[in-house]
Every structure is written in structure tokens, then in C-alpha cells.
Antibody, heavy 119, light 108 residues
Framework: EVQLLESGGGLVQPGGSLRLSCAAS????????MSWVRQAPGKGLEWVSA????????YYADSVKGRFTFSRDNSKNTLYLQMNNLRAEDTAIYYC????????????WGQGTLVTVSS | EVVLTQSPGTLSLSPGERATLSCGAS???????LAWYQQKPGQAPRLLIY???NRATGIPDRFSGSGSGTDFTLTISRLEPEDFAVYYC?????????FGGGTKVEIK
């Protein structure tokens, strides 16, 4: 059974940093591209970043480019999202999501971790 | 960036009725790379449809998708009580990946 478990969310001040993790199990982790998708309170879904199975390629939404870094440790089946210079508009639930066959759509999602950026 | 516009914003229907949800793209979606998700309150999204018309594993056949180019549709043939939720379309034909704003299907 595929499981994705996010952690690391919390309250942080504007300009601060936070690192999210996503522990994966139930599939051959290194084979699949993965993404982070966020959802601001009461709003829709926004793709944030993607990473290839090997970790060699990463992609970012313009809204986070230069501030967020997506990485993975295939030996630990874990994803990381380093978020720096956080802004109020980064407040959201952050979901990690598995891409089906590195296609760009998501067949499994974690339950999400809430990031709140506020003073 | 491909902007997806979903309509209507809210659909008020009764169980047993047919639901038709639309997703319009600002430019043609490459290779019909469009997916649909269902999200219930407090839950993560769930994949329903990929490649415009293919149902994901375990999705009942009352859900169907169609369309091409810039116009796509999700149809729920007969609404069950568990189908009342928010539905999102997503294109994956080009980066950045983008989602529509969602359609809420509520009980009338």
C-alpha cells in the first residue's frame, strides 16, 4: 500500500525558514517523480515543485523559485522541501504527491502538513 | 502558463441527478494531458480521471471524462451521496503544471 507522510509544518515568521519532509513507502521510490502541491486555506490547488526519480532534475513554480529547494534521499525514501524567506502568501497545506509513471499527474497524495507564515 | 477555468463554481444537484462539470484552457492542452481530482473536506485530493477520459483504479464507471483542445468535461452520470465534493481539473501537458479553481458539487 502506497503511503506518503508529510511532516515539518508549523508556524513561522515572515522571512523565516522551514523544512518539510515526506516519508514514502509501498512503492519503488526512486522510480517515480514526485511533487509538492499546496492549498491555501479555503482555496484551490497550486503546484509548487517537482523532482525526478533520481533527484537530478527539479522544477519550480515561479512563485517559489529561488526561495524553495526540493530534494530527495532515495536511500531513506524521503523527500525534502527547504523553504526560505517565507511570505504570508506561502501559508497553506503542503501535500506531497506521487506522479504516475512520471507523467505529471498524481495517483497518490499524502494527508498534508500545514505551514502558517505569520508574525 | 496554461490557465484552467472551471465552471460553474458551484453546482447544486440532488442525488441521482447528472452532473456536468467544465474545464476550459487558455491554450490547447497538449496530447489531452488533463486529469480530474475529487476532494472532500479535510482530505487530500483523489485522482479520478487521467489522459482526459481514463478512469483511475477503483473509480466507479458513473464518472467519465471527455474533451480535447481547450474544452474538457467531467460527467457524473448519477450522483451518489459520497460524490458531493469539490472537483479540480489539472493539465500536465506543459510546465508549470496548473489546476483549475474547482467546482463544488453540493446537495440541493
Amino acid at each position: 500500500e502506497v503511503q506518503l507522510l508529510e511532516s515539518g509544518g508549523g508556524l513561522v515568521q515572515p522571512g523565516g525558514s522551514l523544512r518539510l519532509s515526506c516519508a514514502a513507502s509501498g512503492f519503488t521510490f526512486s522510480t517515480y517523480a514526485m511533487s509538492w502541491v499546496r492549498q491555501a486555506p479555503g482555496k484551490g490547488l497550486e503546484w509548487v515543485s517537482a523532482i525526478s526519480g533520481s533527484g537530478g532534475k527539479t522544477y519550480y513554480a515561479d512563485s517559489v523559485k529561488g526561495r524553495f529547494t526540493f530534494s530527495r534521499d532515495n536511500s531513506k525514501n524521503t523527500l525534502y522541501l527547504q523553504m526560505n524567506n517565507l511570505r504570508a502568501e506561502d501559508t497553506a497545506i503542503y501535500y506531497c504527491a506521487k506522479e504516475r509513471e512520471s507523467s505529471g499527474y498524481f495517483d497518490f497524495w499524502g494527508q498534508g502538513t500545514l505551514v502558517t507564515v505569520s508574525s | 502558463e496554461v490557465v484552467l477555468t472551471q465552471s460553474p463554481g458551484t453546482l447544486s444537484l440532488s442525488p441521482g441527478e447528472r452532473a456536468t462539470l467544465s474545464c476550459g484552457a487558455s491554450q490547447s492542452v497538449k496530447s489531452r494531458h488533463l486529469a480530474w481530482y475529487q476532494q472532500k473536506p479535510g482530505q487530500a485530493p483523489r485522482l479520478l480521471i487521467y489522459e482526459t477520459s481514463n478512469r483511475a483504479t477503483g473509480i466507479p464507471d458513473r464518472f467519465s471524462g471527455s474533451g480535447s483542445g481547450t474544452d474538457f468535461t467531467l460527467t457524473i452520470s448519477r450522483l451518489e451521496p459520497e460524490d458531493f465534493a469539490v472537483y479540480y481539473c489539472q493539465q500536465y501537458g506543459s510546465t508549470p503544471l496548473t489546476f483549475g479553481g474547482g467546482t463544488k458539487v453540493e446537495i440541493k
